[in-house]
Nanobody, 124 residues
Framework: QLELVESGGGLVQPGGSLRLSCLVS????????IAWFRQAPGKEREEVVC????????NYADSVKGRFTISRDNAKNTVYLQMNNLKAEDTAVYYC?????????????????WGRGTLVTVSS
């Protein structure tokens, strides 16, 4: 059974940093495409970043490019989202999602497992 559990959210001041974690179980991480999404109150869900399977491409939303970085630790079955220079508009619930398994690189068009989310609040 696929399971994803996010952690690391919290309250941070503008300009600060947070690192979110997504602990996965039930599958081999490198064979899955992994994405981080976010949803702010009253807004539609937005894909923040997609990390393709098997070491394929990584694509960031323009709104976070240069500030957010996704990484994987396959040995720890964990995906991280490092968020720097946070802004008030980054306030949202952040979710990780997975799709696969794929035995070549594949993107995030077919995600079938989701975590429950972790809240990030950027405020002074």
């Amino acid at each position: 059974q696929l399971e994803l559990v996010e952690s690391g959210g919290g309250l941070v001041q503008p300009g600060g940093s947070l690192r979110l974690s997504c602990l996965v179980s039930g599958f081999t991480l490198k064979t899955y495409a992994i994405a981080w999404f976010r949803q702010a109150p009253g807004k539609e869900r937005e894909e923040v970043v997609c990390s393709s399977s098997q070491g394929g491409a990584t694509n960031y939303a323009d709104s976070v490019k240069g500030r957010f970085t996704i990484s994987r630790d396959n040995a720890k079955n964990t995906v991280y989202l490092q968020m720097n220079n946070l802004k008030a508009e980054d306030t949202a619930v952040y979710y990780c999602a997975a799709g696969g398994p794929y035995y070549s690189d594949y993107d995030c068009n077919d995600l079938d497992a989701w975590g429950r989310g972790t809240l990030v609040t950027v405020s002074s």
